[in-house]
């Protein structure tokens, strides 16, 4: 690229940089996901507060995938809808993290997986406000304001877990312990970010760790909770492949729209 | 905007804002459209009627009703065919409402927010809590019960003093 008179030789080298829509799914369906999955507390939840406090995370995590598979499909350039996309791929399609999508266990298992989904969503989202997307980073901006109380409401439940009864404590640690090798995934890289992190439209997801396992350990400790010293090595939702558990949600999820395509009321 | 028969004249943007503050929020009704910045411009030029909007939050489901009554208040204005277009960035803050708004927010009943708060303590004994006044008897005897309420934008906190829960608008 030093010869300034020449004509460029790598096109994608000057072409504006943006998030491509493979990359938009991986956000966009870690937020659908774990949206849907809190959301199957509604009317479930052991105190009314919570019921609410689960829904309305639910409703933002659902919210900003919304914006994000809008750009998704604006970027594809084939026409679809934010609602082609959440209704209308299968789960080989589905771009996101194994620890989204599993199933909710009990109230223990639900706030260890939001909390550990939290700080990452917390380090990324900081990340990608200063993405050189604009778009996407103002949708980051605008996710990073509602991470931040998603963040403080999951830490101090599993601060009250782990530091409350021998009840609780066992349940959040047994959480912490069952959840762990799914934590591994969020940091990996495949050629997909590396070339964004390359074009400064996304951090290298290995880069956003040592601030997620600061965050992770310092509630753990304050919970009285221990860290596992398994290693972390579930891996695959990025590029598709997903647990049994991502069907079964789908299916309930996606039943209405594909028994009545295009319904509207 | 003008025609080729010179039926219709450009509206004024100016005239337009005006009837914009009078769409109010449909879950706070006290607070208009404009009052809480959802409405970010308001532009007039060839292409017609422009309206610039941001959501509060992002899964607000408000967000199609404040559109839908927007629309329908520029048609009775006799411009039937404006646009909505939504923006992200700047991200919404509760910074935005007026004193006025917020005065108008106490009175209705929910306590309105104080500045959008800097960095996050993570454990929850070591932050710093906010005093909110009750909307009712004025008392800061209050505690926060959950960040989380009725709607995406308010909180639910108790009065101590008067023994009165009430919602707060959330500080973001």
């Avoid at chain 1, 079964?248 to 509207?264: K, N």
């Amino acid at each position: 690229m030093s010869d300034a008179g020449a004509p460029p030789r790598d096109a994608a080298a000057v072409a504006p940089a943006v998030a491509p829509a493979d990359y938009l799914l991986r956000l966009a369906d870690d937020r659908l996901v774990l949206g849907h999955r809190l959301s199957e507390w509604c009317g479930h939840a052991p105190i009314l507060e919570e019921d609410i406090a689960l829904a309305n995370i639910a409703l933002d995590l659902i919210g900003q995938a919304t914006a994000l598979l809008e750009l998704a499909g604006a970027r594809e350039g084939r026409g679809r809808s934010a609602d082609d996309l959440a209704y209308f791929r299968d789960a080989r399609d589905y771009r996101n993290l194994q620890l989204c999508e599993l199933p909710n266990g009990d109230f223990a298992v639900t706030i260890v997986r939001q909390f550990l989904f939290d700080a990452y969503d917390h380090a990324l989202l900081q990340a990608l406000q200063g993405s050189a997307d604009a778009e996407l980073a103002g949708i980051a901006a605008k996710a990073f304001k509602e991470c931040r109380y998603h963040r403080r409401h999951s830490a101090e439940w599993v601060v009250k877990l782990g530091d409350g009864t021998a009840e609780s404590h066992a349940r959040a640690q047994a959480a912490l312990d069952e959840l762990w090798r799914f934590t591994g995934e969020p940091f990996l890289a495949d050629e997909v970010d590396r070339a964004l992190a390359a074009a400064g439209v996304a951090p290298d997801p290995a880069s956003l760790r040592d601030d997620w396992l600061r965050q992770v350990t310092e509630v753990v400790e304050a919970a009285t909770l221990r860290l596992p010293d398994d290693r972390a090595v579930a891996r695959g939702g990025r590029q598709g492949l997903h647990t049994e558990h991502l069907g079964h949600m789908l299916a309930e999820m996606q039943s209405v729209a594909r028994a009545h395509p295009g319904a509207q009321w | 905007m003008v025609t080729a028969g010179g039926t219709r004249t450009r509206p004024d943007a100016a005239e337009l804002w005006e009837v914009l503050r009078g769409v109010m929020d449909p879950e706070v009704p006290v607070l208009s459209v404009v009052d809480l910045g959802i409405v970010r411009d308001v532009r007039v030029d060839d292409e017609g009627v422009t309206v610039t909007v941001t959501p509060t939050y992002s899964g607000c489901p408000a967000v199609q009703v404040i559109e839908r009554d927007i629309l329908a208040a520029l048609a009775a204005h006799d411009v039937p065919d404006a646009r909505i277009r939504t923006v992200y960035s700047p991200p919404w803050t509760s910074d935005w409402l007026s004193d006025e708004a917020k005065a108008r927010l106490r009175a209705y009943g929910i306590a309105p927010p104080d500045p959008a708060p800097g960095d996050d303590e993570l454990v929850p004994l070591r932050r710093r809590s906010e005093v909110l006044a009750c909307p009712f008897c004025g008392s800061t005897e209050t505690e926060l019960r959950s960040e989380f309420g009725s709607t995406a934008c308010k909180s639910i906190a108790y009065c101590r003093s008067c023994a009165q829960p009430f919602e707060a608008f959330k500080a973001i």
